[in-house]
């Protein structure tokens, strides 16, 4: 994978990370900068063209969290690679909520974590294209089947993003990490059939306030043309850019 010269900015307080990673990417291609927390690089991102963030959760003088909800007020197609420590005070459900583009939890993988910033990169840039005649939500009929159920169900995703998409399920849920194959049936101006893999991020055993019970799971890969079409496809929502909660 190489850059190309993409901007990557790398938060923690461990200097010691920031520069095996300025180091990592640097000789991807990328050209990296660097902040020990939260505030140091907010004011690093106003002030810069940056593709790219990866960072750390807890900090001191501004941990990942705020950083990331006041990126998303900039830029909301920025994407956003957050580290979790063990001792990180947030879900994987709330971190995709809040529009993490992945999560890792510390020790992690370099390569991993290469592939995750040319994933985010590449689908942020897929996903330029101008929107047209925004629609309020999504609703439709989902085919699923996990490994774990004899048959495939019928699902009603209540909403989607260019990381993946939300069921809702009432009953027989799956659990995080496990693999499923969908089919999304578009009817109207599209009339389409988009099939493909994923990989449950969370579930959700109970209704949450407005929240409904279900599962949030991330795109793995499409068979065919899938892939544009989903992209064309999200272009006509007004939907958020990452995993959505509900």
Do not use: H
Not at 173 to 185: G, H, Q, R, T, W
């Amino acid at each position: 994978m190489s850059g190309n010269k993409k901007t990557i900015l790398i938060v923690d307080d461990e200097p010691d990370i920031c520069e095996i990673l300025s180091m990592t990417f640097g000789s991807k291609g990328f050209k990296a900068l660097t902040a020990n927390n939260g505030k140091q690089a907010l004011e690093i991102v106003k002030a810069n063209k940056i593709d790219v963030i990866v960072s750390d959760i807890q900090m001191p003088g501004g941990n990942g969290i705020e950083l990331l909800e006041e990126v998303k007020r900039l830029n909301s197609s920025l994407p956003v690679v957050l580290f979790i420590s063990g001792f990180a005070d947030i879900t994987v459900e709330d971190a995709y909520d809040k529009g993490a583009e992945a999560i890792f939890a510390k020790p992690f993988s370099n390569k991993v974590l290469i592939q995750a910033v040319s994933k985010a990169i590449s689908e942020m840039e897929q996903n330029q294209k101008p929107k047209r005649a925004l629609r309020e939500s999504t609703n439709l009929q989902i085919e699923v089947k996990f490994p774990q159920f004899e048959v495939s169900r019928q699902a009603n995703m209540t909403n989607l993003g260019r990381g993946g998409f939300f069921i809702s399920l009432n009953e027989a849920l799956p659990k995080a990490d496990d693999p499923v194959s969908f089919k999304i049936e578009i009817d109207g101006e599209l009339d389409t059939v988009i099939k493909g893999q994923g990989v449950v991020k969370w579930v959700r055993l109970q209704k949450r306030d407005d929240s409904l019970p279900g599962c949030g799971i991330e795109f793995v890969s499409f068979e065919g043309n899938g892939k544009s079409k989903i992209f064309e496809f999200i272009n006509f929502l007004k939907t958020k850019q990452y995993i959505p909660k509900f």
